[in-house]
């Protein structure tokens, strides 16, 4: 197979992968569906729990941060479509009716306007985040298995070290800012130690596998934040 014809196949693969996401997002994080929508809620549950089952759990040490998430998601969907739990410890304390998520609490504190914001900045903010998560954890997992048990160090990992967890905790960054609720709050700090403890301890077999070649990797690639790579002008 020619480079052509691969490139021509990766760009097709990028176009449908996207198109997918985009419509699952769009269907899947709506929210006006109204409350106690328990299919919705199992839907989205299965939809967002399948990237886990991308990751390889050759560790008991991978299966806490993904358990974590799995909650993570539970949580998420069942305030937003089922049970929303913190309206009811928040509204005696506004004195509101109706506090599912900020949006509510912000709207009835300072007007409609919010809610518009909301709905046209904040959600379509929302759900780029979550997209990109999405991207990340399905193109990490195509690097990876593609390699059969190489190191990896072109593609996404050119940039950071860990695209799919990175992606992980977009996905649950994008959705604090769709829906932030207690529970969440609470959880997505709990996600960033787990993931970051988790990075470190695959680091550590890493070394011990590929040796220098990782190590010299690991010096020039970040972790998760990509690096703003300053072009040098030769005099």
Request: net charge positive.
């Amino acid at each position: 197979m020619n480079i052509k014809t691969e490139k021509l196949k990766s760009i097709i693969f990028f176009m449908v992968v996207l198109s997918v996401v985009s419509i699952a997002l769009y269907y899947l994080t709506l929210t006006s569906f109204g409350w106690n929508q328990w299919l919705l809620v199992t839907v989205n549950v299965v939809f967002f729990g399948l990237f886990v089952a991308l990751l390889q759990f050759r560790r008991k040490v991978a299966r806490l941060p993904s358990s974590v998430y799995l909650a993570f998601i539970v949580a998420f969907f069942a305030e937003m479509f089922g049970l929303p739990l913190t309206m009811y410890i928040f509204m005696g304390v506004f004195g509101y009716n109706e506090i599912y998520s900020l949006e509510f609490i912000l709207t009835q504190g300072m007007g409609q306007e919010m809610s518009y914001f909301f709905h046209h900045i904040v959600f379509t903010i929302s759900k780029v985040i979550m997209g990109i998560g999405i991207l990340l954890v399905i193109y990490g997992w195509k690097q990876i298995y593609q390699a059969k048990g190489k190191l990896v160090t072109t593609g996404l990992y050119r940039y950071v070290r860990h695209p799919q967890y990175l992606g992980f905790l977009l996905i649950t960054l994008g959705m604090n800012v769709q829906w932030l609720t207690i529970i969440m709050l609470a959880l997505w700090p709990v996600l960033v130690i787990l993931y970051n403890k988790l990075s470190k301890t695959e680091e550590k077999e890493a070394e011990k596998t590929f040796g220098e070649e990782y190590l010299k990797y690991k010096r020039r690639v970040p972790a998760f934040i990509p690096r703003i790579r300053r072009k040098t002008v030769s005099s």
